[in-house]
């Protein structure tokens, strides 16, 4: 299989991530050919940052755009993961997302809760965390994510999963400073287990990128969202 397709460079990424650990292709500003291509490769997870474009996406695909000539798929499964307005909670919640991976805020948190009991549904979510050094990435702070356990906020939940965190390691060539950051990440979710024990089903740890995907499974990572590894270069 040549290495530059999609499937080849899908085919190297799996090789090289332990059988137990989540791969999310993310798909972002990708054509839906290219979706196609993974689909067809056996990929399943797709990752969108972007409620409009997900929506096409979700439509294309029940067109038959994801597997043309065969039946749609309904195996496909959507992980949301970009910062998400509170504006646009109902029409993603519609698009019933598998995973909301960024969830950055208790307020965005409890309008989800309230949107997938109206649906009647139950919404899972990993909660965002910030420790990168960039002021401008977006979610809970330790201290915030610790206070939120503390005082035990999930029990008011009544539609939506809290199924563990997701977080970016500081955008640097320093390898240390990403390592820290990542082990930063797993021990926050230690420290939100030791608090909560009766926790259930949160074990998921969703972080590294294309190029820091080595570091973060090494630190713990059970899920990683790779784009340009496998699509190439993203054309905004
Ligand atoms: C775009 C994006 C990715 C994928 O990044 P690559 O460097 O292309 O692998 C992963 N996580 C989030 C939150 C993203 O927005």
Redesign the pocket.
């Known amino acids: 299989m040549a290495a530059d397709t999609i499937a080849g460079r899908l085919e190297a990424v799996r090789r090289e991530l332990p059988p137990e650990v989540e791969l999310v292709a993310?798909s972002?500003f990708h054509p839906m050919s290219a979706l196609a291509e993974a689909y067809g490769a056996g990929q399943r997870v797709f990752?969108e940052?972007r409620v409009q474009e997900l929506k096409s996406k979700v439509a294309a695909t029940l067109a038959g755009e994801m597997a043309p000539g065969a039946p749609v798929p309904d195996d496909v499964r959507w992980h949301f993961?970009?910062h998400l307005q509170r504006n646009k909670v109902r029409q993603l919640l519609a698009l019933r997302p598998a995973l909301i991976?960024?969830v950055d805020s208790t307020e965005l948190l409890e309008l989800i809760d309230s949107e997938a009991a109206r649906l009647g549904i139950v919404q899972p979510v990993l909660l965002q965390a910030h420790v990168a050094r960039e002021e401008t990435k977006t979610g809970f702070s330790p201290e915030e994510m610790l206070e939120y356990f503390t005082a035990r906020k999930f029990e008011n939940l009544r539609a939506t999963h809290i199924c563990g965190l997701?977080g970016?390691a500081s955008n640097t060539d320093d390898t240390e400073r990403v390592r820290h950051d990542f082990a930063t990440l797993r021990d926050l979710k230690r420290q939100i287990e030791a608090l909560c024990p009766d926790l259930r089903g949160f074990s998921t740890l969703s972080m590294g990128?294309?190029?820091d995907r080595g570091i973060a499974v090494e630190e713990g990572s059970t899920m990683v969202?790779?784009?340009?590894?496998i699509f190439g270069e993203?054309e905004y």
């Not at 969202?225 to 590894?229: H, P």
């Open positions: 993310v972002k990752g940052s993961i970009g991976e960024s997701m970016m990128m294309s190029h969202r790779i784009g340009t590894d993203r």
